[in-house]
């Protein structure tokens, strides 16, 4: 499930601005959106595009377990309870 | 005091009938005489043929190239922190359509990765299925994560299709940065047939 939200907002660290979000989502859904290592298992991703003024952030929960393939080297878990765009537009 | 020689005086007679030339654009022509050769019509151009009597002729200019670019920049940083390829939100183009034509297409940005374990890899994407050239950004080691400056290269049909830069990492939070110092990020499709 891929959620796209608009977020009014500016940055000048993206990479921390990222973290931020990340942390929030993963502290209160208990779920994991970013790699450690390589071979990592993972429920999803975070991707945000920081304009200025506007962040359009992007957070796919994946919908089936995948084990690594050509096409990435973690394996995919599924979330036994996917949260809802309004779940986490509270959130972010 | 002797006469001095003013102006264009002792010129040899070049045998030329004062009236050769009749209307106006007529251009002086020669094959083992003098000749008129006309003027030609609007839009054409005077060209070399061995086969006219002077070896000079009028006719319509041949087409030149088509040349189209196509290109955007991006303004803001993108970060994505996916193992699986996502778009580069802003970096997407349509190539220049030219029939039997050829495009040469670029990406360049600057790319970088908060994790010194992990690597990023980038796709320079057509008509979204079709991965036209890719590379890996391996990790930084011990000496940390260099911020990179990227270059992604193709030569394809000038098909009027989608480019975009797609990327992925294997771990961390990769980021293709936007307003970098000393890179531009930029796509960019040059069309020519």
């Not at chain 2, 290109?71 to 390829?85: I, K, L, V």
């Not at chain 2, 270059?151 to 961390?172: E, Y």
Request: charged residues 20%.
């Amino acid at each position: 499930m891929k959620y796209n939200l608009i977020k009014k907002t500016s940055c000048d660290d993206p990479v921390l601005c990222s973290h931020n979000i990340i942390e929030k989502l993963e502290s209160k859904l208990n779920c994991k959106l970013h790699a450690d290592k390589k071979n990592d298992m993972v429920n999803g991703s975070l991707s945000i595009y920081h304009s200025n003024l506007e962040h359009q952030i992007t957070i796919d929960f994946y919908d089936k377990n995948e084990e690594p393939n050509s096409k990435h080297a973690t394996i995919f878990k599924k979330l036994n309870d996917i949260p809802t765009e309004s779940e986490i537009k509270k959130i972010v | 005091m002797g006469k001095k020689l003013i102006g264009s005086v002792g010129l040899t007679d070049t045998g030329v009938p004062d009236d050769l030339l009749t209307t106006k654009g007529d251009t002086h022509g020669f094959s083992s005489t003098n000749a008129r050769i006309p003027i030609g019509d609007n839009d054409q151009v005077l060209t070399a043929d061995s086969s006219e009597a002077l070896g000079l002729k009028w006719a319509t200019a041949g087409g030149g190239a088509t040349v189209e670019i196509a290109e955007r920049s991006q303004t803001g940083s993108f970060t994505t922190t996916s193992t699986s390829a996502v778009d580069v939100t802003s970096f997407t183009i349509t190539k220049p359509d030219i029939t039997d034509g050829k495009c040469f297409s670029y990406a360049t940005f600057a790319a970088y990765n908060d994790d010194n374990s992990t690597t990023n890899t980038y796709f320079l994407d057509d008509n979204g299925s079709d991965v036209a050239v890719g590379m890996t950004q391996e990790d930084g080691g011990s000496g940390g994560y260099a911020n990179n400056n990227i270059s992604l290269v193709d030569l394809s049909v000038a098909d009027g299709n989608t480019l975009k830069i797609q990327m992925l990492v294997s771990g961390g939070t990769g980021v293709c940065y936007g307003n970098n110092t000393y890179t531009v990020p930029k796509l960019v499709a040059f069309g020519v047939g």
